[in-house]
């Protein structure tokens, strides 16, 4: 036993010398310090200088013991969403996306109104629509047009805007114009004789229309530019100008008094005014829904084409995405994009909402699953430069404020219940790692 022991002890003493020696003849780069490249002498205490040679101190006669190393500090990965059922914290969504895209949320005046929701938003989101507030029938004033007795210059008032441009504007927001040109929410008188308001007043010629429309955005351009510079950094010239199968380039024929008094390039000329007055920084898009349709698609690109052949400058389409939990097909909304990039087109997002009847938690994680699912496709397309996408707005704010409710069936399609709290479909678009693109 002792034999054995001592073969050992020489053994453990010949491999210490060579470790030593292999130490010491290993070449330390210039610069290094005493402290990186000295070694421990047998009293424990530092080597002055390298190459010294040290004996190692012989070990006790004990079987051979292996450090155990010290375990690495594990790093602190929790999901946004995890911490906040901990700690009610939540991140900014106009923080995490600053360097990508403004982050929009659409409010009506009551919404900004509340000081809770007031606060919300501007700690949320970066840029603002109003709901209804900018739309034509708010806007335009049937006395003062009447009383000023221009036929060709009707009057606006600006006053129920102002909520939300002075709230914009205190708050550091940008702000989307939605919208100039609109077949829906304008009123009638806006097209007839005289300003009036019968149902049987008869329509004004094409000429004083097209002078009613220019002078109608230019007064509101010319407004936003001197009340409020730097707050508009996109208009929605034109809103849901196509329909489908009404006539072969797709112009909505049905309900539509723009069409019944100007014809079918309304939207041309309407661009072509804006353009005139447009302020600078600003960009003009036309707005629609269901623009992930391959026919709708098409005809929104033949519209394009047309203008250009004009040399009417458009600079953008919006995608309102008022979408469902399985339609549009992931897919055919990634074509979309596609095909409006392939133009070199600017894109937003307009007005996005999920529709959602179920509010138990299984619901809202198939809503957080669906939100997750078109944030990845967004995300993925400006990470790749594939296509120019430059704001994502939510349509609303608050389940309980949505467009969407029903009387009988209530909606919950949004990333904020009605107490304020942040729901699952938050977290997704935060792009939270614990919420997968797929629920089961």
């Given amino acids: 036993m002792k034999l054995v022991k001592a073969k050992r002890r020489i053994l453990l003493i010949c491999t210490c010398i060579l470790l030593a020696a292999a130490f010491v003849g290993c070449g330390k780069t210039e610069g290094e310090t005493k402290e990186n490249t000295a070694v421990n002498k047998t009293d424990g205490t530092a080597g002055e200088a390298e190459g010294n040679t040290v004996t190692p101190k012989p070990e006790a006669e004990s079987e051979e013991v292996q ?40 409010l009506s005046n009551i919404d900004i109104n509340n000081p ?4 919300l938003v501007a700690s949320q989101f970066s840029s603002l629509t109003c709901e209804n507030e900018m739309k034509p029938d708010f806007i335009l004033d049937r006395a003062a047009s009447i009383q000023n007795g221009d036929e060709e210059c009707p009057a606006i008032n600006m006053k129920n805007a102002e909520v939300a441009l002075k709230f914009a504007k205190e708050n550091g927001l940008k702000m989307r114009f939605h919208t100039l040109v609109w077949h829906a929410q304008t009123p009638r008188w806006f097209f007839t004789e005289g ?4 149902p049987d007043a008869p329509y004004v010629s ?21 009340n409020y510079p730097g707050v508009i950094y996109a208009w929605d010239v034109v809103n849901e ?24 390039d309304y939207v041309e000329k309407a661009f072509y005014f804006a353009s005139k007055y447009v302020g600078e920084g600003q960009k003009l898009f036309y707005n629609d829904y269901g623009t992930y349709d391959k026919t709708k698609i098409m005809h929104i690109r033949n519209l394009v084409e047309r203008m250009r052949e004009q040399n009417i400058r458009i600079d953008g ?29 600017e894109i937003q997002i307009t ?5 959602n009847e179920d509010n138990s938690e299984e619901g809202q994680m198939k809503l957080a699953a669906r939100y997750k699912a078109i944030f990845t496709i967004i995300n993925n397309t400006v990470d790749k430069d594939l296509a120019n996408i430059t ?17 009988d069936q209530p909606q919950y399609p949004l990333l904020f219940d009605k107490e304020l709290n942040p729901k699952p479909a938050f977290f997704a678009v935060a792009m939270d790692e614990s919420i997968k693109m797929v629920y089961k």
């Fill in 116 to 119: 809770d929701k007031a606060k």
């Fill in 67 to 106: 450090a155990t190393p010290t375990p690495e500090p594990k790093a602190e990965s929790k999901s946004y969403y995890e911490k906040y059922q901990q700690t009610g914290e939540y991140p900014s969504l106009a923080e995490i996306y600053k360097d990508k895209f403004y982050i929009g949320v659409a």
């Fill in 391 to 407: 704001s994502v707005t939510f349509w609303g704010l608050t389940d309980d404020r949505s467009w969407l409710n029903k009387a």
């Fill in 317 to 345: 389409i919006g995608m309102q995405d008022h979408i469902g939990l399985t339609s549009p097909n992931i897919l055919d909304y990634q074509y979309a994009i596609n095909k409006y990039a392939e133009m070199g087109l």
């Fill in 195 to 198: 300003y009036s308001t019968s």
């Fill in 241 to 264: 100008a196509i329909a489908g199968s009404e006539r072969a380039d797709g112009i909505r024929v049905n309900d539509n008094p723009w069409y019944n008094v100007v014809g079918p």
């Fill in 351 to 355: 007005e996005l909402d999920i529709g």
């Fill in 206 to 226: 094409r000429e004083v229309m097209l002078a009613r429309m220019e002078n109608y955005i230019r007064q509101v351009m010319e407004y936003m530019d001197t």
